[in-house]
């Protein structure tokens, strides 16, 4: 079989990368758009404080995560060592006391059976601040060991050069496709016809763009998140855990003194790629409130990415009806980090013919 991924972010690399292990002919293009999700994604696995309780959705939201240990250990095992892949563990807070406890009667519920999220436990304000020292000094916190933050821009790169090794080619051009018969035929940048028997379009927010002109109606609008980098200078945040303040902004440290304040979600934003005065001030203030010890941080940047946003927070992907030898692989929303390496598996699977871990009709196109 001779497949064409078109899109190498989380989701088309992952894609790629399960099908060159199953031995499949893989070429890889991207575009780089600027706002590709993955290049903007802050780096969250945590999945088990989510208040979102769409049961399709959670399941594989929980399997992406636990899918992680394997995937990490393959990738280290094939040489790639630097991620930016920690368990660094989550705290879960809220200044709301209804709303903490609501949330840690979730978290237990949801880890009776996820071992890997390790032993949840309650957190006195003072134990929570010497694991964030920056977070205000009266919130206690649930601790989640399980929890991980990962740089995508690193993961889906290695992702996409492990699939080399495997004999996969990659190159960076834009794709067009159009009808031919009962399938479609793919082009190059130059208009060079591609052969492959599955074309994978898992072009992220930009995938109506290819798929309109052959008359598919793809769901998939982009939802601009706006994510601000600061650096606390000569702090050592390399093991801070992420934090979940169960509001729809969050924080998450890296190796190199810093931290990561996310996000707006900007619903009809289109390809908006510009960092505005409410964005950065909504994401500052957001931060800075439940974590003061960062107003004194230096901002290095904003990040702009378009979450590839579907009708539902379910992912869509599997073949699309009435075209021969055309996928999508889309709709990772806000979880793709998390989602995507498993997802990308699932659909291997799909397209294989062979056994899914979950029923993977509940995501295919059209449903
Ligand atoms: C601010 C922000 C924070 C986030 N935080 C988290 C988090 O903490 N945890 C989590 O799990 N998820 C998070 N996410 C979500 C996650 O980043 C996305 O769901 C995921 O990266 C989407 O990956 P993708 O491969 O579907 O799309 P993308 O990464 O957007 O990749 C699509 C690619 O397709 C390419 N493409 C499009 N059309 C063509 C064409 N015609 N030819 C060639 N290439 C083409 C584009 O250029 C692009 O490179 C976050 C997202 C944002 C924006």
């Not at 002919?25 to 993955?38: M, N, R, S």
Request: charged share 20%.
């Amino acid at each position: 079989m001779r497949a064409i991924v078109i899109g190498a972010g989380m989701f088309g690399a992952s894609t790629a990368l399960s099908l060159a292990r199953r031995g499949v002919q893989v070429q890889i293009f991207d575009h780089a758009h600027p706002g590709k999700a993955t290049m903007a994604g802050a780096g969250i696995v945590c999945p088990w404080a989510t208040k979102i309780e769409e049961a399709e959705w959670y399941r594989m939201y929980a399997a992406g995560a636990r899918f992680y240990d394997d995937l990490i250990a393959s990738l280290v095992a094939a040489g790639e060592t630097d991620l930016g892949y920690r368990k660094v563990g989550a705290l879960v807070t809220s200044t709301d006391p209804a709303e903490f406890e609501a949330a840690g009667r979730r978290i237990a519920a949801r880890v009776a059976d996820a071992p890997e999220a390790g032993e949840v436990r309650l957190l006195t304000p003072a134990e929570a601040q010497a694991k964030f020292p920056v977070l205000r000094p009266d919130v206690g916190a649930w601790f989640i060991p399980g929890g991980a933050r990962v740089d995508a821009r690193l993961l889906s790169a290695a992702m996409v050069r492990a699939a080399v090794a495997l004999g996969a080619e990659y190159r960076s051009d834009y794709l067009t496709l159009e009808r031919r018969g009962d399938g479609v035929i793919c082009r190059d940048g130059r208009g060079e016809v591609l052969a492959a028997d599955e074309v994978i379009v898992a072009s992220g927010a930009w995938a109506q763009q290819i798929l309109g002109p052959l008359g598919v109606q793809h769901p998939v609008k982009p939802q601009k998140g706006q994510i601000v980098h600061l650096r606390l200078n000569g702090v050592a945040t390399a093991h801070w855990p992420v934090l979940l303040p169960m509001t729809s902004h969050y924080m998450l440290a890296f190796d190199d003194s810093r931290v990561v304040v996310g996000a707006t979600r900007e619903d009809n934003s289109g390809f908006d790629y510009r960092v505005t005065a409410a964005g950065q001030a909504e994401v500052l203030a957001a931060g800075m409130a439940i974590a003061p010890g960062l107003r004194g941080a230096e901002i290095i940047e904003t990040r702009i990415g378009f979450r590839p946003a579907g009708p539902t927070v379910k992912p869509i992907f599997g073949r699309v009806p009435g075209i021969a030898g055309l996928s999508v692989a889309n709709g990772l929303g806000a979880g793709g980090i998390s989602i995507g390496p498993f997802a990308g598996k699932l659909l291997a699977d799909v397209l294989l013919g062979q056994p899914t871990e979950l029923p993977a009709a509940a995501y295919a196109p059209g449903v």
